[in-house]
């Protein structure tokens, strides 16, 4: 799923981003700490704890950190969920690039 995202993000028009792949929530949080991360794009579902937890754990940190939930869950309570432990956006799998572009681009512009 991660190099589908990736191949999204070029597909969308970030082609000059930077990319930090992490394989679950534990190496997410090792690399958010070292820095230089402007944006974070989280599945929900990840193989140590859920993307909800981590955002609560990284909004708890990085309060000003936009983080992008990516998800296969589209009932209106999950949403809710997400956006209450912090997420700022929510894009539904599967979605084309121009989603990435449309819920990514105006928090590069801040």
Known sequence: MRMIVVKSLRQAGFESATVIEASGAKEALQKLAAGGIDIMLSDVNMP??????????VKSKM?????????????PEMKEEMLKA??????T??????????????LFKK
Do not use: N, Y
């Open 93 to 106: 799998k599967p979605f084309p690039p121009e989603e990435l572009q449309k819920v990514i681009g105006p």
């Open 63 to 75: 309060r000003s950190l936009p983080v992008i939930m990516i998800t296969t869950e589209s009932s």
């Open 86 to 91: 912090g997420a700022s956006g929510i894009i």
């Open 48 to 57: 140590d704890i859920s993307g909800i937890e981590l955002v609560k754990v």
